[in-house]
């Protein structure tokens, strides 16, 4: 059962900052926000997470809202080499990771 | 960071063969390890957990019996796909987590490329 939404592609111009919007609104209070992507024919590559607070590193930064209902996965300056499908995934520390569809990001010279 | 390394990388196989595929985790120990496969422009489906020293758990509608695993060591957790037909031409990933206490986070291998013939 997915917890997440998540439009299913996008585009994104090459040095622009890329914006990945997720929806959660069913997530619990002891549950994180993780993104994860996968390059194709690649195995996933963890991003980033957050509890509450807002979180950045060197790959990205994640904005939640204040409800935690919702977060943004950014990019700051995409390259192609950022072209990948990213999930949002919600869970606890322990739960297994279950994978939705995704977004499907390309970046566009 | 941690490395999750998957052998082979790709294999092909006749149909009715069995093909082991091998995941490790190279610097951490895992008592946990998870299989997942990913068919063309799908996302992955979560197989089974591999448990150190006991039986796989196995997600609904996985054939446990077809996919077997084996979590012998710490550090080693295989997936035998027996009798492989072409129907089970698949990627297959598989994951491991590293950590304790609030913060687990889960490393995957670069996956199997299985093609049945």
């Known amino acids: 059962d997915a917890k997440t939404t998540q439009p299913p592609s996008m585009d994104c111009a090459e040095g622009r900052a890329a914006n990945l919007p997720c929806n959660h609104s069913t997530i619990s209070g002891n549950e994180y926000v993780y993104w994860y992507r996968q390059i194709h024919s690649q195995g996933p590559q963890y991003i980033i997470h957050g509890l509450k607070n807002n979180e950045t590193n060197e790959m990205a930064s994640l904005i939640i809202t204040e409800d935690r209902k919702s977060s943004t996965l950014i990019l700051p300056h995409a390259t192609l080499r950022d072209t990948a499908v990213y999930y949002c995934i919600v869970r606890t520390s322990y739960d297994k990771v279950i994978f939705g569809p995704g977004t499907s990001l390309s970046v566009i010279p | 960071g941690a490395v999750v390394s998957q052998h082979p990388s790709w294999v092909i196989c006749k149909s009715g063969t069995s093909v082991k595929i091998e995941c490790r985790s190279l610097d951490f120990q895992a008592t946990t390890m998870f299989w997942y496969r990913q068919f063309p422009k799908q996302s992955l489906m979560l197989m089974a957990t591999?448990?150190?020293?006991?039986?796989?758990?196995?997600e609904q509608g996985v054939e446990k019996d077809k996919f077997l695993i084996n979590h012998a060591s710490l550090t080693l957790s295989t997936l035998t796909v027996t009798s492989a037909h072409p129907e089970d031409s698949s990627f297959y990933i598989c994951?491991?987590?590293?950590?304790?206490?609030?913060?687990?986070?889960?490393?995957f291998g670069p996956g199997t490329r299985l093609t049945v013939l």
């Open positions: 994951s491991a987590p590293r950590g304790a206490g609030d913060y687990n986070e889960q490393f």
């Open positions: 591999s448990n150190e020293g006991s039986k796989a758990t196995y």
